[in-house]
């Protein structure tokens, strides 16, 4: 190479040909991707917009807290909406604790063994499982095997088995996310794993931690598949305004398994209604999931290191 | 004079590949102790057998015998006991994202210690060991994770102390501080050697002159030569490897 490049103070900072073309370049790649992102926004505004529009005329807090009447063609959501309540909470309380606990001990007792592998392996591939697979599990393992029958308890535990393997691999990703250095600097002071793991893994790891179950309320809220076999049924009157009106041993109706039959089941339905139960479902599943980011919000503020 | 720490023929294996090959040497009482040598020498899994740390690593095996006080460690069946009779303190500052209080409070905590009056004069007494007190003592509540890095490297040795180590292990703990706070932290060490050993894991060759007592020179997991450290940085150290390594010449 014996190109002599004139570098002098003058033309130093003079933009050339190759800078332009950077710029170009850098300009279409930055639009481009501001479309891609454009375009995963614009369908879910217009889907959430289109269903307020349609569900303008029925939404009222009486079409929340009554139930349904002349055999589902006017009313309001109560009973599906309680039934879809009870089934996230109950599924919750018997996922998160479960795969909370299997989560810690994989990612902080358990050594590479034959065993973490396969419990890894099965995580990754229950994950992947279609949720009527679960279903028809469910049908076998709780209702007919455990003898619940068809109940609250029995499509919850079905859920629960869908949500468990995901709860899982977010509460891992969550505690990977704190240093190992903490974890040896614990130890180097004579402090146990379960001590390390109680003052300072989980305190540091619990909003990646809830942030994951948290949005595993939408999973559980929004399949209809692994309940419709399970534990939810078409019609039942309930008390309305009671929000202890069932019994876990009970079947329920619920807001997805609702949506579904008065939309393809129940002719004449008032127009409103399946949209606005539509409403109801999206708006709950929103709020919860805005819960889980203002949650992310505030720890990030409060980050320790 | 009795030894404190006595080694006889370690070895330990990361799988197949060995990373000390059979050492032997003892550690004298109230020494400190020099050990130099380039990186993958073995300085550190030394350090990590001795507090047992090293049980962290599925994959080390140990063969041979390390004896503290007399003791044969791995029969000493309270394993967390053992690691609070040493300090140790590695190269990179970790503050624990905890208040500074409760940096140092921890291992007496884990330990089982409740008392706030103990606890506070615990505290006091390490920063000041530590050579931070004077700087933080007005903001204890603050996490010792927004310390500077000469700050937190200083609070990890005031937590390693705070469990009365009668060993302290110090693993090139100026790699990711200031020169400063460096000769500060050496000027510590030597009071501290009044009450503990010390064992120094140094890349600064002249940081172990400067300090040690007794210096050994570990190269590819072996001990090449430990002796008194004017013998060692001598002109005729009974190694030729040795007076390379420390003349700079090495390689």
Same mark, same amino acid.
């Given at each position: 190479m014996n190109t002599d490049i004139q570098v002098s103070p003058e033309t130093m900072f003079t933009e050339t040909e190759i800078d332009r073309q950077k710029r170009r370049i850098e300009n279409v790649v930055r639009i481009f991707l501001l479309l891609m992102t454009s375009l995963m926004i614009i369908p879910l505004l217009l889907i959430i917009g289109y269903l307020l529009y349609k569900a303008l005329p029925v939404l009222s807090l009486e079409f929340l807290f009554a139930n349904p009447k002349d055999n589902m063609r006017a009313g309001g959501i109560w009973a599906p909406f309680l039934g879809t309540?009870?089934?996230?909470?109950?599924?919750?309380?018997?996922?998160?604790?479960?795969?909370?606990?299997?989560?810690?001990?994989?990612? @902080?007792?358990?050594? @590479?063994?034959?065993?973490?592998?396969?419990?890894?392996?099965?995580?990754?591939?229950?994950?992947?499982?279609?949720?009527?697979? #679960?279903?028809?599990?469910?049908?076998?393992a709780f209702v007919l095997f455990a003898g619940l029958g068809e109940s609250i308890l029995a499509a919850s535990l079905t859920l629960a088995i869908m949500t468990l393997p995901v709860i899982i691999a977010s509460t891992t990703e969550a505690l990977k996310a704190v240093p190992m250095s903490f974890r040896e600097a614990c130890w180097n002071l004579g402090a146990t794993r379960w001590q390390t793991i109680r003052r300072i893994v989980i305190p540091n790891s619990i909003s990646g =931690?809830?942030?994951?179950? $948290?949005?595993?309320?939408?999973?559980?809220?929004? @399949?209809?598949?692994? =309940?419709?076999?399970?534990?939810?049924? /078409?019609?039942?009157?309930?008390?309305?305004?009671?929000?202890?009106?069932?019994?876990? !041993?009970?079947?329920?109706?619920?807001?997805?398994? #609702?949506?579904?039959?008065?939309?393809?089941?129940?002719?004449?339905?008032?127009?409103?209604?399946?949209?606005? +139960?539509?409403?109801?479902?999206?708006?709950?599943?929103?709020?919860?999931?805005?819960?889980? $980011?203002?949650?992310?919000?505030?720890?990030? +503020?409060?980050?320790?290191? | 004079m009795k030894n404190k720490i006595e080694i006889s023929d370690l070895r330990v294996h990361y799988g197949d590949k060995s990373a000390l090959n059979g050492i032997s040497f003892d550690v004298h009482p109230n020494e400190i102790l020099g050990i130099i040598g380039p990186a993958q020498s073995g300085k550190t899994t030394l350090l990590k057998v001795i507090n047992r740390t090293? @049980? /962290?690593?599925?994959?080390?095996?140990?063969?041979?015998?390390?004896?503290?006080?007399?003791?044969?460690?791995?029969?000493?069946?309270?394993?967390?006991?053992?690691?609070?009779?040493?300090?140790?303190?590695?190269?990179?500052?970790?503050?624990?994202?905890?208040? $500074?209080?409760?940096?140092?409070?921890?291992?007496?905590? !884990?330990?089982?210690?409740?008392?706030?009056?103990?606890?506070?004069?615990?505290?006091e007494r390490c920063l000041q060991q530590a050579a931070l007190w004077d700087e933080v003592k007005d903001r204890l509540d603050t996490l010792g994770t927004k310390l500077s890095g000469g700050q937190q490297q200083r609070l990890t040795i005031a937590r390693a102390l705070s469990h009365q180590p009668e060993i302290l292990c110090l693993d090139e703990f100026s790699i990711a501080i200031d020169p400063v706070t460096t000769m500060r932290i050496e000027e510590v060490l030597k009071t501290l050697q009044k009450e503990m050993t010390i064992l120094l894991v140094t890349n600064l060759v002249q940081?172990?002159?400067?300090?040690?007592?007794? +210096?050994?020179? /570990?190269?590819?997991?072996?001990?090449?030569?430990?002796?008194?450290?004017?013998?060692? /940085?001598?002109?005729?150290p009974s190694n030729q490897a040795t007076y390379d390594y420390v003349n700079g010449t090495f390689g």
């Open positions: 309540i009870y089934l996230v909470v109950v599924s919750l309380l018997v996922s998160a604790p479960i795969g909370v606990f299997a989560a810690v001990y994989l990612n @902080e007792y358990a050594r @590479e063994s034959w065993f973490t592998r396969i419990t890894n392996l099965a995580v990754v591939n229950l994950a992947g499982v279609p949720s009527i697979v #679960h279903a028809l599990f469910g049908v076998g =931690i809830l942030t994951g179950v $948290i949005l595993q309320v939408s999973r559980a809220a929004g @399949e209809t598949a692994p =309940i419709m076999f399970t534990g939810a049924v /078409f019609y039942k009157a309930i008390a309305e305004g009671n929000l202890f009106a069932y019994n876990i !041993t009970e079947q329920c109706m619920a807001l997805s398994l #609702h949506l579904f039959t008065i939309s393809t089941q129940v002719p004449d339905v008032t127009e409103g209604i399946p949209y606005g +139960t539509a409403v109801v479902l999206v708006g709950s599943v929103l709020l919860v999931n805005a819960a889980a $980011i203002v949650l992310r919000i505030y720890v990030r +503020t409060r980050k320790k290191w | 090293l @049980e /962290f690593t599925p994959e080390a095996t140990v063969q041979g015998s390390v004896k503290l006080d007399g003791v044969a460690i791995d029969t000493i069946g309270d394993v967390y006991e053992l690691r609070r009779r040493i300090g140790m303190v590695l190269p990179l500052p970790v503050g624990l994202p905890l208040s $500074i209080y409760d940096n140092v409070a921890f291992a007496p905590r !884990t330990a089982g210690l409740r008392a706030k009056s103990e606890l506070d004069e615990i505290v940081q172990a002159k400067r300090l040690a007592t007794r +210096t050994a020179f /570990f190269l590819n997991g072996d001990l090449i030569e430990i002796d008194a450290t004017d013998v060692i /940085f001598s002109d005729n």
